[in-house]
């Protein structure tokens, strides 16, 4: 099946720096990948959906300059949260859909724990 | 398990028992749906999905109903086992496109 790689899996970093999260599809290709971010005891959000070759799709509210994302390949996909603060700590999962058999199922990563202190 | 609030709705039930999670979705044009089970510090895993033409699908001791009229979807897992507590999602889909997810549930197995 499907499988889609997140890096790294937890991470802690001073307010102030820029981490850098990865995902990768790692048995197919997609051409969309998707961002969300949970908080604990609450459901994935959507941050933004991320296409390849072109700029990433942001839902409302979510901050294009706070959670830049690359999406340069088709099977690697990054966000990187800039000038990191506290309240931007959080669960971040992405996704990929897979679409050879034509199913529509979107796989997930294992997640990406981001602590700022 | 509606979903109320801000707070992660619960459900315990005793090992052995059939459990009944349920989901309010917002959109009428959606028209896939799918249900995640989500262990603790751990991504969604894909349980069962449904298309909008169906109200009912079945897999191995899981079975989805889909009520478009008054948007719900319900998961039933039949003899719950200690290993099926989870926070369990339900998540709607549009043309193809984004996945939204409904609030979640959270099931503990009582052994």
């Known amino acids: 099946g499907a499988v889609v790689s997140q890096h790294p899996s937890r991470v802690i970093c001073k307010s102030g720096t820029s981490v850098k999260i990865e995902c990768r599809s790692l048995?197919?290709?997609?051409?969309?990948m998707f961002w969300y971010r949970q908080f604990p005891k609450k459901s994935l959000m959507l941050m933004a959906t991320?296409?390849?070759?072109?700029?990433?799709?942001?839902e409302q509210g979510v901050e294009k300059d706070k959670f830049l994302i690359n999406h340069a390949s088709l099977t690697l996909s990054t966000l990187t949260v800039t000038s990191a603060h506290p309240e931007d700590s959080s669960f971040y999962i992405c996704s990929a859909r897979d679409g050879r058999s034509g199913a529509n199922v979107l796989t997930f990563g294992a997640g990406s724990r981001l602590t700022v202190l | 398990g509606e979903s109320v609030g801000l707070h992660l709705p619960t459900l315990s039930v005793q090992e052995g028992d059939n459990s009944i999670i349920n989901c309010a979705y917002s959109n009428s044009a959606s028209d896939y749906f799918i249900w995640y089970k989500q262990e603790s510090g751990k991504g969604p895993q894909f349980i069962i999905d449904?298309?909008?033409?169906?109200d009912k699908r079945q897999g191995q001791r899981v079975t989805v109903l889909l009520n478009k009229t008054v948007k719900h979807l319900s998961l039933q897992i039949a003899a719950t086992q200690p290993g099926d507590s989870a926070v369990y999602f339900c998540a709607e889909n549009i043309e193809g496109n984004q996945f939204y997810f409904g609030t979640g549930t959270s099931l503990t197995v009582i052994p």
């Open positions: 048995d197919f290709q997609a051409t969309t």
């Open positions: 449904i298309r909008s033409n169906m």
């Open positions: 991320s296409n390849e070759g072109s700029k990433a799709t942001y």
